[in-house]
C-alpha cells in the first residue's frame, strides 16, 4: 500500500487547513488509518486515527475538538480538517495505515507510511 498525502501549507493562526490522503489499494479500507506529526527536534507523536468503518474516532487531547478524522472508503481515502490552528501545530504531517480494522496511538501498530506534507502556521 502506497500512501499519498497532500494539502499542507501555510496558514496563519487560528486558519484551518485540510490534509487528504490517498491510498493505492482498496486493503487499506479494511484497516484502520490514521494521522501523526513531527515537528523539528521532536519525536513523532499522535494526532488523530479512526477505525475501518469511520464509525470510531480517537484524537490526542491537543487536538480534541479542533480536528476532525474522516475516511472515504469508495476513493480509499483519509482526511484530516484542522480548524483554529496555532503554531504549536506546525510539523510535517504524516497518514498511515494501521495493522489491523481498529488503530491505535502507537506508531508501532501502523504499518504503511506517507512521505509526509509540511504544515506551518504563523503567529
Known amino acids: 500500500v502506497q500512501l499519498q498525502a497532500c494539502g499542507g501549507g501555510l496558514v496563519q493562526a487560528g486558519g484551518s487547513l485540510r490534509l487528504s490522503c490517498a491510498a493505492s489499494?482498496?486493503?487499506?479500507?479494511?484497516?484502520?488509518m490514521g494521522w501523526f506529526r513531527q515537528a523539528p527536534g521532536k519525536e513523532r507523536e499522535f494526532v488523530a486515527a479512526?477505525?475501518?468503518?469511520?464509525?470510531?474516532?480517537y484524537y490526542s487531547d491537543s487536538v480534541k475538538g479542533r480536528f476532525t478524522i474522516s475516511r472515504d472508503n469508495a476513493k480509499n481515502m483519509v482526511y484530516l480538517q484542522m480548524n483554529s490552528l496555532t503554531p504549536e501545530d506546525t510539523a510535517v504531517y504524516y497518514c498511515?495505515?494501521?495493522?489491523?480494522?481498529?488503530?491505535?496511538?502507537?506508531?508501532?501498530?501502523?504499518?504503511?507510511w506517507g512521505q509526509g506534507t509540511l504544515v506551518t502556521v504563523s503567529s
Open positions: 479512526i477505525n475501518w468503518t469511520g464509525g470510531t474516532t
Open positions: 489499494r482498496r486493503t487499506a479500507s479494511n484497516n484502520g
Open positions: 498511515a495505515v494501521s495493522l489491523g480494522p481498529y488503530p491505535g496511538r502507537d506508531t508501532g501498530r501502523y504499518r504503511y
